[in-house]
């Protein structure tokens, strides 16, 4: 139950919901919560929510990682059980990130054509600004 | 009368096929269906109906037809024998849902066909690192801190915050630059 407490709130906090979204979302996970509960849940995330929201990104700001390397691959769905022509391109990233920890970890994500013409727009931005500032 | 009753029943029926097959939307039953399109009918007719009309869908939808590919087959369909074969009301009225719903139904299905974690969400902002006790006070170095929202469908994202100088923010454009060398000389030639 605890465990269960402490990952609702870490995610309803990560995605900043009001305490009506939360009470919502608990609902449609189970029809077992009484009126009682929900209320006093509903009552302490109000109060509290917004800085629990506020802690976790401050948090997540200090734990910066560093980009140490970038791998990158275009690919095409070509077909698929449900659909045998696909012909999609994406773009597949491998970030090798050096961790605050000293630790080096990998993620990896996909992006769309589209997706990745809008993240490489916002990086020309960032490098933009960092000129001039 | 009767034929523009029934042409709305046979186009509502795909409408809410797609809508639970393709488009995710998980509160229709086919009983409800049912009682909402065709309530006169055996629950056995209709369920030979239904699967009948998913199973045409389906398969148009899977060889994403065009529009001679689904004349020949809507065609081919009308002119079998027995229980399988498809009058001219429900071809001409898959043949109007196919071709109002074509790209909507391949974006679906192209969007079920992302299994692996994608960009949910990006933000960014550039700060000036203010003089730390290595440097010279007067040199400030812009840092970009860009937080990336990683996740899956059904998931809970991961959020991945990087940290740029003006260095790796250069490499990283350049390695931005060759993605969309190789995009511009792959996919236009698709």
Same mark, same amino acid.
């Given at each position: ?110 992006? %769309? ?18 000129? %001039?500032? | ?8 029943? &046979?186009?509502? =029926? =795909? ?16 009983? =409800? #269906? ?11 007719? *209709? ?29 081919? &369909? ?24 074509? @790209? ?5 299905? #192209? ?14 902002? @550039?700060? =000036? ?13 812009? @840092? ?5 929202? #990683? ?7 991961? *959020? ?12 990283? #454009? ?12 792959? @996919?236009?030639?698709?």
């Amino acid at each position: 139950m605890i465990r269960f407490l402490i990952l609702t709130f870490r995610t309803a906090g990560k995605k900043n919901l009001s305490a009506d979204e939360l009470v919502s979302k608990l609902e449609e996970g189970s029809n077992k919560w009484c009126k009682a509960s929900i209320q006093v849940l509903c009552t302490l995330w109000s109060e509290h929510g917004a800085s629990v929201h506020a802690q976790q990104k401050v948090h997540s700001m200090l734990s910066t990682c560093q980009l140490v390397d970038v791998q990158w691959k275009l690919a095409m769905a070509v077909s698929s059980d449900t659909c045998r022509s696909l012909n999609s391109p994406y773009v597949s990233l491998l970030l090798k990130v050096l961790e605050p920890s000293g630790q080096i970890s990998q993620r990896s994500f996909e992006m %769309t054509i589209p997706q990745f013409q809008n993240f490489h727009k916002q990086l020309k931005e960032m490098a933009a600004i960092m000129e %001039t500032v | 009368m009767a034929d523009v009753e029934e042409t709305k029943s &046979q186009s509502g =029926l =795909l409408n809410r096929i797609a809508q639970m097959v393709y488009y995710n939307k998980s509160e229709i039953t086919e009983e =409800l #269906l049912k009682d909402e399109l065709y309530p006169e009918m055996s629950r056995e007719e *209709f369920k030979a109906l239904y699967d009948k009309m998913k199973g045409l869908l389906k398969s148009i939808a899977i060889a994403d037809m065009d529009h001679s590919q689904l004349e020949a087959f809507l065609t081919a &369909q009308t002119k079998k024998q027995g229980s399988g074969r498809v009058s001219a009301e429900q071809a001409a009225a898959l043949s109007r849902f196919w071709k109002s719903q074509r @790209v909507r139904v391949r974006e679906s299905l #192209l969007a079920q066909s992302r299994w692996e974690t994608t960009l949910k969400g990006l933000s960014w902002r @550039v700060d =000036l690192q203010a003089a730390d006790n290595l440097r010279n006070s007067d040199h400030s170095d812009p @840092v970009a801190l860009m937080e990336l929202e #990683l996740g899956r469908d059904g998931q809970d994202s991961e *959020f991945l915050c990087l940290e740029f100088d003006e260095a790796r923010m250069n490499q990283m #454009l350049k390695k931005m630059a060759d993605i969309q060398e190789s995009i511009d000389r792959v @996919v236009h030639h698709a």
